[in-house]
């Protein structure tokens, strides 16, 4: 009568040969994680290690600059801007990191990961968010043109300066030695009475004056931009393929019920 109720909970099946197969249908299954599963939970364990460490120095250089927010020029929203991005990439790599732990499991069980799940819908936000960003910057050096584009990117554009602006203002002592160290007059107006043509090279006369900082700061970015475009390229990259993982391992790659012969 056991014997009888075991093959009722077994499914048999024919295999090569003639064999006879059976599939066990009990809660206690563990199901068989295909191979391909792990190497996208080792690319999970590297690629959340470097967001890690990049969200641990984003922290580092936030809590330096707001300690340090009297020298530097930056507002303060820029500050806490990037005290936001250290806390959502620390908080990605430990998503990452737990979901990688959990991958085998969850798929040798049939369970949902949300860890992975939750790190794909966010890295996915974060990437849209970055496609946003690099869009902005190529309409505002003037790349591609487009009306729409333009009035966005101004508007952001407007809002940054008018912020980087008043905290020029509030530091009149650092702004001179900017403009005496970089041989420039104000930011946007070179001449006399602008309120920010307050350097040693600043004069009434266009012609006499130095040249706006502004120009000149924009140009050293341009001139450097390779280091930055490399390294955001790259980064785009480490984030996409933790999507990429994340998603293949919560919603794509299934295990396969284990098959067993009968002797």
Partial sequence: RNQKTLTQNMAQR?????????????????LVVPTKARKYRKALYVFNFVLTGFGLTCLSLSI???????????????????LIIA?????????????AVVSFKCLQHG???????????????????????A??????WGIIASDTAESKSDGFTESFESGLNTQLTDQPELWWDWQKTFECCGYDNN???SPLATGKYCTTDPLTSAPACKDQLWNDVA??????????????????????SGMC???IIKAQEPIYRDN
């Fill in 14 to 30: 024919v295999g090569p040969g003639g064999a006879k197969l059976f599939r066990n249908k009990t809660v206690n299954t563990v």
């Fill in 64 to 82: 330096v600059m707001l300690t340090l927010k009297s020298q530097t020029f930056f507002p303060d929203w820029a500050f806490i801007t990037l």
């Fill in 87 to 99: 806390f959502i990439v620390l908080f990605i790599g430990g998503l990452g990191g737990r979901g």
């Fill in 111 to 133: 369970e949902y990961n949300w860890w992975l799940m939750l790190l794909t819908l966010l890295v996915g936000v974060l990437i849209a968010a970055e496609l946003v960003a």
């Fill in 135 to 140: 869009i902005w910057a190529i309409v505002s």
């Fill in 191 to 193: 001449t006399i009475p």
């Fill in 223 to 244: 001139d450097n931009s390779l280091p930055f475009a490399i390294f955001g390229i790259a980064f785009f990259a480490i984030q996409l393929t933790v999507c990429i």
């Fill in 249 to 251: 391992l919560a919603c």
